[in-house]
Structures are given as structure tokens and as C-alpha cells.
């Protein structure tokens, strides 16, 4: 075979290696994201870019207090982004504008404003979770019928990286 044969060999072997490289980081590992609304405010902005860790949630479950990406439960097409609130076997309360896990008052230095909505005392069912967005009054999240507990199954990862805009670069607690 000439030298021009082998090296287009050598050109296609490259690329496939890398198409199929970055298709199991994308599908296993690692997930960019755009964020598109302002549910998340203040803590993420609309039009923000972010990393997604895929991988964490095959090891541990979520934890209360991480922001993570899931499919909506009704059109599991489009990915909601919010905070873990209760995880299996805690109870949540909205009362008085207030948000009670356990019995106990969740402290929120991320919400923009109080709750301006009650939630009767409920036991968060096992392999799902209780979500809310950080703009309380603002979020499409567990306090609604459309998207309820969050099934496990549903869980795409954990929010880790703010890479864009670059005046905005952080990681995510």
C-alpha cells in the first residue's frame, strides 16, 4: 500500500477513535449544558454553560443541597435544572413561606425571596427526590403535579462547573 494509503488509514482510524471517545465521555462522564430560564437565580443565570458529571449518581445518590439535571417527567425530551431539597424517607413542609425538612427550617442563603406557596407535609417516596428551583416564586419543580418526586431514573447528573460566560467561572457546592 502507498504512504498516501496509509496515511488516510491512519486519518480514519484517528477519527473514529475520537468520534467514539467523545460519544461515551458525552454519554457516560461528562455533559455540557445551557441553562435556559431563570428558575435557578441568583445561583445560575439563563444563557450560563455548565458541566454536568453523569457518572456521579451510578456510585451515590443525590444529596440534599446539589443542583442536578433531570428530565422533565412529562416530557422527558426537555432537562429541568434545580436544587435537591429532601431526599427518600425525609419529610417537606411549606408553611408560613418557610420550607421544613424533617421538622426542622431549611436554611436557604441561595433563594432569592421566601416561598410564596404551601406544600402539605409529605414523606419523599424511596428512589425519588424533592427538587425546587432557587427562584422559589419563579420554579416549575417538585411542589407541582407536572413534575412531582423526581424518580431516580430521571437523573442525568450533578451540576459541577460554571464555564461560561468566563467573568462567571465557579464551581458548583
Known sequence: MS?????????VISIVVAVVLAFFI???????????????????????RLVVNKFIYRFRPPEKGEVLVFRYPRDPSRDFIKRVIAVPGDSIEIRENRVYVNDQLLNEPYILE???????????????????????????DSRFVDVGFVPYNLIKGKAVLVFWPMDDFKTLE
Not at 3 to 11: F, I, N, P, V
Not at 114 to 132: C, D, L, N, Q
Open 114 to 140: 421566601k416561598t410564596r406557596s404551601e406544600y402539605p407535609k409529605a414523606t419523599v417516596p424511596e428512589g425519588t427526590i424533592f427538587v425546587m428551583g432557587d427562584n422559589r416564586n419563579n420554579s416549575e
Open 26 to 48: 458525552r454519554q457516560f462522564i461528562v455533559e455540557l449544558y445551557i441553562v435556559d430560564g431563570p428558575s435557578m437565580r441568583p445561583t445560575l443565570q439563563s444563557g450560563e
Open 3 to 11: 504512504s498516501l494509503g496509509e496515511e488516510a488509514k491512519d486519518w
